[in-house]
């Protein structure tokens, strides 16, 4: 089991203050995430900036694209990103569409999906998923439960590389011990702390304690 | 049965090419849509910039949102939109964070949707959907049949608002005949005419003689 990734999903509002929390933790993680918010408050512009700040970074477009797979894919290449994000209910030709024009294409799973779904985009040659607890959801009282544990340990099995976010913070980490997750995406947890940097590493030292034995 | 109204899809990859666009057919059209690749590409600069110009057009930012519904709603509220659409995937808080902060949200039906959902959308205070052809499927072969249709009537008997889109050509609204469509919403067969004022000016004509008896 190899050791799962950082990556830091800024979700601000603004470029400038997207630039402002890159700066402070871009040392500490693996993945730099434009958030769905940012891409539709100020478009490909912050994965422009990031790439140009950061070139060694892997950047990911979180822009959860339903349709128009290929054009909106080219775009996000174009400005810098490395993966960019599709919703679990594009339809397979979507997401075929958009992996023809990214190194790497994200499944947002969210609502409904099933697996018999995921053997299609698999099919299709996608092998990274993102299993989400919507951040509504999370502020309406959801949580990380036995449910979520088995479908993506299921999904691991599959041969997916399973991203995890949503409301995960330093001590949500243990419940997926023993879960090859590939990433896992961390907001507002390390945003918010009183050093991003520190709230960062706190994280990295989290995972090489559980996963790193 | 009221006439439905004409929408146009600013699907452009540019702020400057979607406002040639607007400038050419806005007089033609009810609905000014920010589609998902501009608002992608350009986030909420094309709602500000066609909110100073058209005052008096309901703007619909088609952001497809999947989460984080009540702050995505207030960007594209700031930016002047009147309604901005949510993904059928999100949950249903993502909607009702979405409501609490847009005149009107619109529900983009993608993939495996079900009426039971749509229920429960309804009970959420939700009352309008798209109901679509992904891009990527009609060109993989995909059109317009009787079990959309059936699925459209469904919805317009439960009491929604249907807008509908997705390849529509001005042969294409026949099919619709009979049916309570809230909206047509077309892009590429108004922007790509010679004329793209006198290619709103037929649709809107068509509507009138099949709608308006």
Chains 1, 2 share one sequence.
Request: aromatic share 8%; glycine share 8%; with cysteine.
């Amino acid at each position: 089991m190899s050791l799962p990734k950082l990556q830091i999903a800024l979700d601000n509002n603004t470029l400038s203050e997207a630039l402002q929390s890159a700066s402070m933790v871009a040392d500490a993680v693996d993945i730099i995430e434009v958030g769905t918010i940012l891409c539709v408050a100020e478009g490909m512009e912050p994965v422009r900036c990031l790439r140009s700040l950061y070139p060694n970074k892997v950047i990911v477009a979180d822009t959860k694209c339903a349709d128009a797979g290929g054009t909106v894919a080219r775009n996000c290449r174009t400005a810098g990103a490395n993966w960019m994000t599709v919703i679990c209910s594009a339809t397979v030709p979507t997401m075929k569409a958009a992996l023809t024009e990214m190194e790497d294409i994200q499944v947002e799973l969210y609502g409904n999906w099933t697996f018999e779904e995921a053997k299609l985009w698999q099919g299709a040659g996608l092998n990274q998923v993102v299993y989400h607890q919507s951040r509504d959801a999370l502020v309406a009282g959801e949580t990380w439960g036995e449910k979520d544990l088995n479908k993506i340990r299921k999904l691991t099995e599959m041969g997916f590389k399973v991203s995890v976010t949503g409301g995960l913070e330093l001590e949500t980490l243990e419940l997926f011990k023993g879960i090859d997750v590939f990433t896992f995406i961390a907001g507002r947890s390390i945003r918010d702390a009183a050093s991003p940097f520190e709230g960062a590493m706190k994280f990295k030292a989290e995972i090489n304690r559980i996963w790193g034995e």
